[in-house]
């Protein structure tokens, strides 16, 4: 690129490659500078010829201001001579027949004489070039206009902070100066008054000139507004002693009858029973509301506030129904399974016998979707015989949907909390607050602060919500909450809460859900009951294995109801009205072919272990949201550049692990019987096929050391093995999440052994004896005691003894 020495900012082969001749577009209420990109809206039938006439040669365009704007059809003395070499880089048309073109100011230039041209302005232009100037003296001239233009954006509201931060991170002085020129807010021949000047130097004197004037005019305007504030403020104040003298009149003279609705409003707070502070603050807002006229809007405001304080529970509650059998029964005709949250509701009400009353407790149900939180929710409430509200908190960003806004707000009401107890109308209801993982902070305030104060007990008997501005006591509610991670949860707010995991269902339990629970509820739903209708047990269980594969049941409900409807779509086509009004003998039953014909060819078919013992290939166990799933790892050795490659789509945690364990392997060879040099003109590849679910997390570690040792020994791994635990560089089996999830899918895919971290062996006692039924769980505290159970004694065809000896 060719530079002009006296200003390095223009390309000079930019500026030869610029056409001498040059459509000319007049401009009516705007001056376009140098190295501005602007939009400009073109609706003149000769300037849509010049835009598209530029448009299809060199996209040069000249854009100059008109004198007068309110002329539409001007003449070559109506338009300014000086004005601005511009490219044309987009042209968008518009369906009302304008078009919008988007331009780029390049250079400065002006008209030497117009040509002959009928169908629009055309003209001989000539590029002006800036004149070099004393670099000190351009300093000092910039510097003085830099400090006029902020001091000018300080005082002009309408000009945004990021002006000046963008105006400071340009060096050039030209392209400085023609900022300035841009973002003052001027007459067109004011600003056209920068482009008659041909030098930097006059140019920026110029502009100086007119940033003093508009500053002096500025500052006149501020002090004025000063003065009409003052005078509101003294208004103001006269109005409030005008306010205080009539009341005071009022309370010498006879009181005004008092009308019906303040009267009905008095019995109704009379009514509330509310604690006598409380109900102090209300009696003080109806005397208000009786001396403000029904028309003022803050009689309004007043009214409303009242209604909140009276329709607020404040000693209504529910009495607990405290036979423990009964509430047992009533949590297992509800949910089956889900024995920890029973368990947990259960001795709830044995504290509730001994003690008159128990401070709320706040349960957290941690699980995948569709196990049954929400549902379980209910049924505590049902079960204790309490008003039950749930609160959605799924994308809730703003404080105030908890604490509600202040009443200076127009339409301001209370938060969520006031307004779940004003729904269930007692003070001790069960208040669900479901996915409270998934709340989100922003500009507005952050909300899971603000349930610091509900969910705490030590805490929540003074709650203050802002729009009530009074403590209320949320100590006698139960809060249940709900989420799928509690790794979303900040840490302040799990710490007040106590967490109960529901784990994903199993095959089993989810058939016994689907017998007690779904299938007679969609049968009912799509009239089948009536009509003899059964889904045999062979085709529940394809529904469930083939069709669904989830933590929860959502799908599997969703699977029957649409096999429901397809046996009630076909009863209806296959009998008359009068078979359909009469309950047959027979059954019918749904078959697994019928299931089958129903929903398709089965969408999911179960991962299973390796036929073979290969090389290379050993299987890890993994956790997901919707169960646990084992995770092939293979691995390849050739020759070439000493790397690891890592691919299918691996997280960093789970990149880092991979390192780990070649690191160890290194460290440790001589011991595990490797060439100490085995990495030298080797390139190691590490896939975990199914490439595009993202996969992350350390605990594929031991598989990730066991699948890379295979490879280099050229050992096959045991194919009926699967493993999970994190490493150290020091070979240490650290614990893992997810084992419940980890060890079903593991014996659902016909594993028979599984390595588990010696520090998990504590968590086998609450798992379920179905789960490791027919499995070999074998704790271990370091990696060197898994190699006897992952390798077999016997080598593939062509591995030397030499290179694993070594």
């Not at 060719?2 to 490659?17: A, H, T």
């Not at 019918?588 to 290969?614: H, M, S």
């Not at 090389?615 to 166990?621: D, E, K």
Request: charged share 30%; hydrophobic share 35%.
């Amino acid at each position: 690129m060719k530079e002009n020495p006296s200003n390095p900012s223009i390309d000079l082969s930019m500026v030869e490659d610029i056409p001498r001749i040059l459509p000319v577009l007049p401009l009516r209420d705007n001056v376009i500078f140098p190295y501005m990109i602007f939009p400009v809206l073109v609706g003149r039938d000769q300037s849509i010829k010049a835009a598209n006439y530029s448009l299809e040669t060199s996209k040069f365009i000249f854009l100059s201001a008109q004198k007068k704007a309110n002329i539409e059809d001007p003449e070559e003395d109506d338009i300014y001579r000086e004005g601005t070499i511009a490219k044309i880089i987009q042209i968008l048309k518009l369906p009302n027949g304008l078009m919008k073109i988007l331009v780029d100011g390049l250079i400065q230039g002006r008209i030497v004489n117009f040509t002959d041209k009928k169908e629009f302005f055309e003209a001989e232009v000539e590029v002006v070039l800036p004149e070099a100037v004393e670099p000190r003296e351009m300093d000092a001239l910039v510097r003085q206009m830099s400090t006029l233009f902020k001091e000018y954006a300080k005082i002009n509201k309408n000009i945004p902070s990021e002006a000046i931060t963008a105006f400071d991170n340009i060096e050039e002085p030209d392209r400085k100066l023609f900022y300035v020129a841009a973002n003052i807010a001027q007459k067109i021949e004011t600003k056209q008054s920068v482009l008659r000047k041909f030098s930097i130097k006059e140019q920026i004197y110029e502009l100086i000139k007119i940033l003093n004037s508009e500053l002096d005019i500025l500052r006149i305007e501020k002090e004025i507004e000063g003065k009409v504030h003052e005078s509101i403020s003294k208004s103001q104040r006269k109005f409030i002693i005008s306010e205080q003298i009539r009341i005071l009149q009022d309370e010498l003279g006879d009181e005004e009858e008092v009308s019906p609705e303040i009267l009905k409003l008095k019995q109704n707070i009379d009514k509330a029973r509310m604690p006598k502070d409380i109900k102090e603050k209300a009696i003080e807002e109806l005397n208000k509301l009786k001396k403000i006229p029904s028309s003022s809007p803050e009689n309004t405001v007043i009214r409303n506030y009242i209604d909140w304080m009276v329709d607020t529970p404040w000693y209504k509650k529910t009495k607990d129904q405290l036979d423990i059998k009964n509430v047992r029964t009533i949590l297992d005709e509800d949910h089956y399974s889900l024995d920890k949250p029973k368990e947990r509701i259960v001795e709830h009400i044995a504290v509730l016998n001994l003690v008159k009353e128990m401070r709320g407790q706040i349960l957290c149900f941690v699980g995948p979707p569709g196990v049954g939180k929400t549902s379980l929710g209910k049924s505590i409430a049902r079960a204790l015989g309490r008003k039950f509200v749930r609160i959605s908190l799924g994308g809730v960003r703003d404080e105030a949907e908890i604490r509600g806004h202040r009443r200076t707000y127009i339409g301001s009401m209370p938060g969520k909390i006031i307004q779940s107890m004003k729904k269930a109308g007692t003070v001790n209801p069960v208040i669900l607050l479901d996915e409270i993982d998934k709340m989100s902070m922003d500009f507005r305030g952050d909300p899971s602060s603000a349930m610091l104060e509900v969910l705490d007990p030590e805490q929540n008997h003074t709650f203050n919500d802002h729009y009530l501005d009074i403590d209320y006591d949320l100590s006698k509610v139960m809060f249940i909450t709900t989420a799928n991670v509690k790794y979303n949860i900040p840490l302040p707010l799990l710490d007040r809460m106590e967490t109960i995991d529901l784990p994903g269902y199993l095959e089993f339990e989810k058939k016994e859900i689907a017998k007690r629970h779904i299938i007679p509820k969609q049968l009912k739903a799509h009239g089948l009951d009536k009509l003899n209708v059964e889904l045999q047990d062979d085709s529940l269980q394809k529904i469930i294995s083939g069709y669904t594969r989830e933590a929860g049941v959502r799908n599997l409900e969703r699977e029957i109801a649409s096999v429901c409807r397809k046996t009630a779509n076909h009863l209806v086509a296959t009998k008359t009205k009068e078979q359909l009004k009469k309950k047959p003998r027979n059954k019918t039953y749904i078959t697994p072919e019928k299931v089958e014909d129903y929903l398709g060819v089965q969408r999911f078919r179960g991962k299973k272990a390796n036929k073979e013992e290969v090389v290379g290939s050993v299987t890890g166990l993994a956790w997901t949201s919707v169960g646990g799933d084992i995770l092939h790892v293979e691995t390849n050795v050739m020759t070439g550049a000493e790397k690891l490659t890592l691919t299918g789509k691996l997280g960093d945690v789970m990149k880092e692990s991979a390192m780990a364990a070649l690191s160890y392997l290194r460290a440790n060879a001589k011991e595990l019987g490797l060439t100490p040099n085995f990495r030298k003109g080797k390139e190691i590849h590490v896939h975990l096929p199914e490439g595009a679910i993202p996969k992350d997390g350390p605990s594929a570690g031991i598989t990730l050391t066991m699948s890379i040792y295979s490879a280099i020994t050229g050992k096959p791994a045991r194919n009926d093995v699967a493993m999970t635990g994190e490493i150290t560089l020091r070979g240490k089996i650290l614990a893992i999440g997810g084992l419940n999830e980890k060890l079903l899918a593991a014996r659902l895919s016909g594993i028979k052994t599984v390595l588990i971290p010696k520090e998990n062996e504590k968590d086998l006692a609450e798992i379920k004896s179905e789960v490791k039924e027919g499995l070999k769980i074998v704790p271990i505290s370091e990696i060197k005691e898994a190699f006897k159970y992952v390798f077999v004694n016997k080598r593939i065809p062509g591995t030397t003894k030499k290179s694993v000896k070594k």
